[in-house]
């Protein structure tokens, strides 16, 4: 499944790149979900379940969230989606649907900063899909079928990728007897040479579809110049029959 795909010409690149910045009052500063710090310029377009939908104290903020950006993503970028769901009905022979009570993908937004050639990301396995209640709506997804993407709208001009290591983290629906929080605490724990990872180069305008279930991290940025961004709409997916569910 790692495969870069076709996706959007250098003008529609262009296109969206101009509207995510159009919708700046709409991001959210998500500087600590990578550092220690408030000013290290990573922003979102929309709410992601394994940052917003971990304490279920506090999932109603990913829940109501997820109903206001929804509307402003799919007025914006309806067209990008419905690119996307072509691709995947080509390339996977399954049709594309969403549950509108949870997040649709969204957008990744990091501006230049020295931070992003040190830094961009944990190794980690997407396993937040059990984090949401797919019974609630008559889905029955099996785990090994999970997907994950990145569309490239933008990169530094020294490029942009992901690593991927042939390794797992064994958590499954029964392993809930800790807490999601420990899980991914003990995820992150889990020593990975670097020798073993391969790195997968993005492109602009593709987008790259990989299993969310083997370790994976967003490649360091090798020099990110001042003018640099990084921009990628993210996703992930669990796949119904010929059916998959896209989610954020």
């Not at 929309?46 to 304490?55: E, F, L, M, Q, R």
């Not at 690119?83 to 937004?109: H, M, N, T």
């Not at 230049?112 to 019974?135: I, V």
């Not at 391969?198 to 593709?206: D, L, P, S």
């Amino acid at each position: 499944m790692y495969q870069n795909i076709d996706l959007l010409t250098p003008e529609e690149c262009k296109d969206i790149r101009e509207k995510i910045f159009s919708l700046k009052d709409y991001w959210i500063n998500r500087a600590r979900a990578l550092s220690p710090f408030d000013d290290v310029p990573f922003y979102c377009i929309g709410v992601a379940s394994y940052i917003d939908c971990i304490d279920p104290a506090q999932d109603h903020y990913y829940f109501d969230n997820a109903k206001i950006m929804n509307k402003i993503i799919w007025e914006n970028f309806s067209d990008l989606f419905k690119k996307v769901e072509a691709v995947i009905k080509q390339e996977f022979g399954c049709e594309v649907r969403y549950i509108s009570d949870f997040a649709l993908p969204g957008f990744q937004i990091y501006l230049a900063d020295w931070y992003f050639e040190e830094f961009t990301g944990p190794k980690h396995c997407d396993f937040h899909h059990y984090l949401l209640d797919w019974s609630k709506y008559g889905i029955n997804f099996d785990p090994e079928e999970n997907m994950t993407f990145t569309a490239a709208i933008k990169l530094p001009k020294s490029g942009g990728g992901i690593y991927m290591w042939d390794k797992t983290y064994p958590y499954t629906k029964e392993a809930k007897s800790i807490s999601y929080e420990e899980h991914r605490n003990r995820m992150y724990g889990i020593e990975l040479l670097d020798e073993e990872r391969t790195h997968y180069k993005y492109e602009e305008g593709k987008i790259f579809f990989h299993t969310g279930n083997k370790y994976h991290q967003v490649a360091p940025i090798d020099v990110m110049e001042n003018d640099d961004e990084r921009l990628t709409l993210q996703g992930h997916a669990v796949r119904d029959k010929d059916i998959f569910y896209l989610f954020w």
